[in-house]
């Protein structure tokens, strides 16, 4: 039991583990501020690989920026063949209102095209203030973010398909 923690026996748990075994997924990337969205993608690729996931079953999609990444997902998920999408993309804040349209439009459009599709998409869009921000969170102080996400589709993914069938 994850955390030590103790549930009353007739409590059916569906744990959405992180081992892939026939998972095929699809990551998307933006190449807007690619010195950090490189480094989110090497983490993501990464983390795929050992959760079991073999390079074969790994498809890598860039679009130019977190504003396409919606777009994409929802052109992937429609298309079928991706058991999880992953979207990664770095909005660093400037001196004008553009950050938050950007970053608000990718997280409101990856969950949106999530919900709609059925496919899970995890979402590995850092938004920070700065650069230095940046580089913490894309394999530096503060681990990888495109790790995490990559680790959060594995685990929606499995815990879509444990879960019972849609009527
Ligand atoms: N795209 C990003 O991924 N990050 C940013 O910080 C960013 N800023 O700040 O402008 C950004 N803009 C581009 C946008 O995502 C689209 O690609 C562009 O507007 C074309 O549709």
């Known amino acids: 039991m994850p955390g030590g923690y103790t549930w009353g026996a007739m409590v059916t748990e569906f744990q959405g583990s992180r081992e892939a075994e026939n998972l095929r997924v699809g990551v998307i990337a933006s190449r807007f501020n690619e010195f950090i969205t490189a480094r989110l993608l090497s983490g993501a690729l990464e ?50 209102y553009h950050f938050n349209v950007v970053a608000d439009c990718a997280a409101q459009g990856i969950n949106a095209v999530a919900r709609e599709t059925g496919v899970p998409i995890a979402f590995g869009v850092l938004t920070v203030d700065n650069a230095e921000q940046a580089v913490a969170r894309a394999g530096g102080a503060l681990g990888n973010r495109g790790a995490d996400t990559a680790e959060a589709a594995v685990q929606m993914a499995n815990l879509f398909r444990e879960l019972p069938p849609l009527p």
């Open 47 to 96: 983390a795929l690989r050992a959760c079991g996931i073999p390079d074969k079953d790994i498809v890598v999609a860039w679009v130019p920026g977190a504003l396409e990444l919606p777009q994409a997902a929802s052109r992937m998920a429609k298309g079928g063949g991706w058991d999880a999408l992953v979207a990664l993309g770095c909005v660093i804040r400037g001196e004008t």
